[in-house]
């Protein structure tokens, strides 16, 4: 059976046969989310390559920013590509395996999401900064202009963060930041493989399957090959 999580909801009948974790989003206990792909727990730190960065809005919907490219052979180191933002509807055509917990299981994507209790205004904010991004979304670079780069400006435009990422931009630069300077008591960390389930009322909830680490079935598979590669997009 699936046990329901946390902060967000005191009681909710979840409709999750892949997954032992749903959590529910609430609008009158607002809760936005960084998703670090490829991080496998809190502890983990992944290589620069195999890890990616998305978001998750107040309504429980998953958003991030990506490279498209033209097929040259720039796009295989991030460069030359333009920026775009995939939303649910988009990442389950162009990632599913970042959407579905079956698929997150099949394709081996271990993901570690990092929950924040936010205001209304800053949750807004939040919201705002995306919407502000898919009409405007610029190009994509690995080094400075890339996914954990854009989602620190949301957090940052929604008041939560007042600097960019300290080091590099990496999805788990951006964690780490948060937990240092975000309250403890407004974070809540989950790992596994992750997906979004439409809820009846609007938004989505979260679902979570644990990560259980066997190397013949569940060794996660970031690598050139794999789910993470940036060889066509990031």
């Known amino acids: 059976m699936p046990t329901y999580y946390g902060f967000l909801t005191n009681s909710y009948q979840g409709r999750a046969r892949m997954a032992d974790t749903i959590v529910k989003f609430s609008s009158s206990d607002s809760c936005i989310g960084l998703i670090v792909r490829g991080k496998l727990s809190a502890q983990h730190h992944p290589g620069a390559m195999a890890q990616h960065a998305d978001v998750i809005l107040a309504d429980g919907s998953p958003v991030g920013f990506y490279g498209e490219g033209n097929g040259g052979n720039s796009n295989s180191v991030g460069l030359g590509m333009q920026g775009v933002v995939y939303d649910h509807a988009a990442l ?93 008591t407004s974070l809540q960390s989950l790992s596994g493989y992750i997906g979004f389930q439409v809820e009846p009322g609007g938004g989505f909830s979260l679902a979570l399957k644990p990560y259980i680490d066997t190397v013949s079935v569940n060794r996660p598979n970031p690598g050139k090959s794999g789910a993470l590669s940036v060889k066509s997009s990031v």
């Open 92 to 184: 389950r055509i162009q990632r599913p395996y970042y959407i579905d917990v079956s698929s997150a299981v099949s394709n081996r994507v271990v993901s570690t999401v990092l929950l924040v209790k936010v205001t209304s205004d800053q949750a807004n904010k939040f919201a705002k900064s995306w919407a502000s991004m898919t009409t405007d979304p610029g190009n994509f670079n690995i080094l400075g202009g890339n996914c954990s780069t854009h989602a620190s400006a949301s957090f940052i435009d929604a008041g939560l963060l007042k600097r960019g990422i300290p080091g590099l931009d990496t999805p788990d630069n951006l964690y780490a930041q948060l937990v240092k300077e975000l309250p403890a």
